[in-house]
């Protein structure tokens, strides 16, 4: 590898130019290739920060020698990219979801362990400093329970992200795209999950072109270590909406807040403890792949591809309770 490590780029939609704001300026990348179907948009990442332009991620590998890659695809969009980053032994960062098919994202898992190949999936939250106090404090106090969710509102506007967010084949639904990141905090801290029994709203958003999500989502999932855990989603509630986990054990409690993820930590007739999250969260993400990549240190990663397929597996089983109106056992 050269001084510089080779990335090659699939996706450049919005949360790709936010990686892009602080991984472009960063003297230890070089963007050696750039890769959207929208051509234009290729076109006009490369413009600003370099690359060869491709529309085909598959052509995309078999052209240019890449040290790793970064995917920014939207959930229905998955397959090529990963096997052909598997198939040219790539390391790749992969946003959350991982996908929204169980079955592909098991096969890309399998090939992954096969070519030991090194991963990272954009739980960038596993990476902040409050979590991890939180975390390290429920080692010895096990959590017993866990509220939390996503609330927002109708999903309107121009974005291209609204017109495939909005279907529930192509997004997995807001519990599967957006609430994965609660989901998957819920693991990181509690380890993993044993049952879901999930009940959803449908019905209430109305004039949203090709709209077929859950309007809300009520889940309770039953950890293998004892915990419980009520986990919503909703993007029906225009009024007031927000993002929370709070996690109760006998001895301390942790209440985030907000899309920054502040944390607080309680504990019995002591003043809490509060840890603002950190702003630059997808830097500190970007900066560990980076390091692990040019190093090969795989303990600098907090979530890899076979992490991130367990949390892929609880909230596609919340689907499931929901289609199937039962617990659904993991
Ligand atoms: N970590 C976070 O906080 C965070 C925030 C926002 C989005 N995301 C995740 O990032 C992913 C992408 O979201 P987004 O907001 O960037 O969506 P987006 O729709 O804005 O962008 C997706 C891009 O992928 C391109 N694309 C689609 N199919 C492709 C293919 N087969 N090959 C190459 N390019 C293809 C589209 O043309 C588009 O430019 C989603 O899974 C989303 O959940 C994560």
């Known amino acids: 590898m050269s001084d510089k490590v ?174 994965t990141h609660t989901a998957d905090l819920v693991r990181y801290l509690c380890g993993e999950p044993a049952e879901v029994c999930a009940f959803a709203v449908t019905g209430r958003v109305s004039g949203v072109p090709n709209y077929t999500n859950d309007d809300a989502v009520a889940a309770t999932i039953k950890f293998k270590a004892g915990a419980v855990a009520n986990l919503h989603s909703c993007c029906a509630s225009n009024a007031k909406g927000g993002v929370t986990l709070s996690v109760y054990a006998v001895n301390v409690a942790g209440e985030l807040g907000g899309w920054e993820h502040s944390m607080a930590i309680f504990r019995p007739g002591q003043e809490p403890v509060n840890v603002p999250g950190e702003g630059n969260i997808f830097e500190i993400e970007q900066q560990a792949f980076i390091a692990a990549v040019k190093s090969g240190d795989r303990s600098l990663i907090r979530c890899d591809f076979a992490d991130g397929l367990e949390t892929l597996r609880l909230t596609l089983a919340v689907n499931e309770s929901i289609d199937k109106g039962r617990v659904v056992e993991l």
């Open 6 to 179: 080779r990335l090659g780029i699939v996706g450049v939609g919005g949360v790709a130019q936010s990686h892009f704001n602080t991984l472009g300026a960063n003297p230890e990348v070089e963007f050696a290739a750039v890769c959207d179907v929208r051509e234009d948009a290729a076109r006009e990442t490369a413009a600003k920060y370099g690359g060869q332009v491709f529309t085909s991620a598959r052509a995309m590998f078999d052209t240019v020698e890449l040290d790793a890659a970064w995917l920014c695809l939207p959930p229905f969009a998955h397959g090529e990219a990963e096997f052909a980053a598997i198939e040219h032994k790539v390391p790749f960062f992969i946003e959350k979801p991982i996908n929204r098919d169980l079955v592909q994202a098991s096969e890309i898992a399998r090939g992954v362990a096969e070519a030991n190949l090194l991963t990272s999936v954009g739980y960038m939250n596993r990476y902040r400093a409050g979590i991890n106090q939180l975390r390290d404090a429920l080692q010895s106090d096990p959590a017993v329970l866990v509220l939390g969710g996503w609330i927002g509102g109708e999903p309107r506007g121009e974005a291209p992200i609204v017109k495939w967010w909005v279907q529930k084949t192509l997004s997995g639904g807001q519990f599967v795209e957006q609430v």
